[in-house]
């Protein structure tokens, strides 16, 4: 379902297969507990995510939903700690959208600090208007907290717009685009061999993106940090 | 530590001598008289607030907070309502952003209406990452209202990028950039100049800009207007 590679300080997570590698139970546990070795190895410091194949992520395994009893809230419940992990993991994080990245395999993308995507195909889509669905609350706090040009938002959301890697570069979605899947992965991995190379202390790290994403969190239900935690990074500075 | 000049119906602030202009005690309370000087005077209709030397400011006073007990609490503490003074300013303000503006330094710039800043030397940079700090509550209360594209924010907060002022301007944090140090406040004396000349009432420009900012201004502690005075506004008019 996933691998997990280390180079050097940076592990390369990989949903693997040529399928859509849509969020079932399956899924999301192997993916959980990728990153919490992620989050546990110390040597680790910086994440890439890439997808195998024509899909990043298409999305909910709705296949499974309909044969279960409790269906789609079963599966929304379930991704909900898995986006709070990428958010609260203790370093950077880069996102490599080698494919096609849908609803929630969407929300998987953006979910990381840095996303880098290929432009020669594959799309970005929220695709619940067109299928008749809400969004889950965390979703739209998610896309909220990323996509804050209200006209992007709007398309994104009320429009259901299918935007290209060089669509979702140029309206501030993406932060680079790339020429095939190999070198967005290649390129991803590069900026996380960066990112890890500035040395910053990990706990301080998830310490300022939680308090740069206040309401995502409340959202995710990450509690923030308490003052003796904070406290605690100031001591140890000076 | 800091000078008063008046042109016209322009206070121009300047932070003095080729040091860096750090936040102390000292600085702190010179700075918050001159700005109970603008608002108190009713000939003042702009103001413009500027560095000599390398420096703009570089943050807090680290060295004063080493050698005190109470150490960085302290100066967090004091800085607060010092920016507070500047977002309930009554009247337009911009930051000649002459020199180096880091951290608390950079807060000091952006908490302006307008920032102009020399585009030939100097960087706008948040170094608490990189020094190993989370930032104050009200520190990002300030970049949450002031920078709003969410990968500009990120490079800021979570990847303390030091951003020139031509990179700054692209990005939607600078308004203007200038050639010089010296062309970065004659210009922001000229805008002064021209927002003085719309001749409007200073409570409302207060009472304006609190309501852009609510959010900043529980974290600022400043109080929102009661229903009572806002009606004052209304009745003054009709």
């Known amino acids: 379902m996933c691998t997990l590679e280390k180079r050097g300080r940076v592990l390369i997570l990989t949903l693997t297969g040529s399928g859509e590698h849509r969020l079932g139970p399956g899924l999301i546990s192997s993916l959980r507990s990728a990153l919490a070795t992620a989050r ?3 040597t680790v410091a910086a994440l890439v995510t890439a997808g195998e194949g024509r899909f990043f992520s298409n999305g909910l395994d709705l296949a499974w939903a309909k044969n279960s009893s409790e269906g789609i809230s079963t599966l929304v419940r379930l991704v909900k700690p898995l986006i709070a992990d990428l958010i609260s993991l203790p370093m ?4 490599a959208v080698t494919g096609h990245a849908s609803a929630a395999g969407m929300m998987l993308a953006v979910a990381h600090d840095y996303v880098y995507m290929r432009g020669d195909r594959g799309v970005l889509y929220m695709s619940e208007l067109d299928i008749g669905l809400p969004f889950p609350d965390y979703f739209m706090d998610l896309m909220q907290a990323k996509i804050t040009d209200p006209r992007t938002l709007r ?5 259901a717009k299918k935007i290209t890697g060089t669509e979702a570069k140029e ?3 993406v932060d680079k685009v790339c020429q095939s899947a190999s070198e967005t992965v290649a390129e991803a991995v ?11 202390d990990k706990g301080v790290y998830a310490s300022i993106r939680l308090s740069v994403y206040p309401k995502l969190c ?3 239900e990450i509690p923030q940090e308490s003052d003796e935690a904070v406290r605690k990074h100031f001591a140890s500075r000076l």
């Open 218 to 220: 409340k959202s995710l």
């Open 92 to 95: 950077p994080t880069v996102a």
């Open 40 to 42: 546990s190895d110390p």
């Open 190 to 200: 590069k900026m996380a061999e960066e990112l890890a190379g500035r040395n910053w």
């Open 155 to 159: 398309d994104v959301t009320l429009r």
């Open 171 to 173: 309206r501030g979605i």
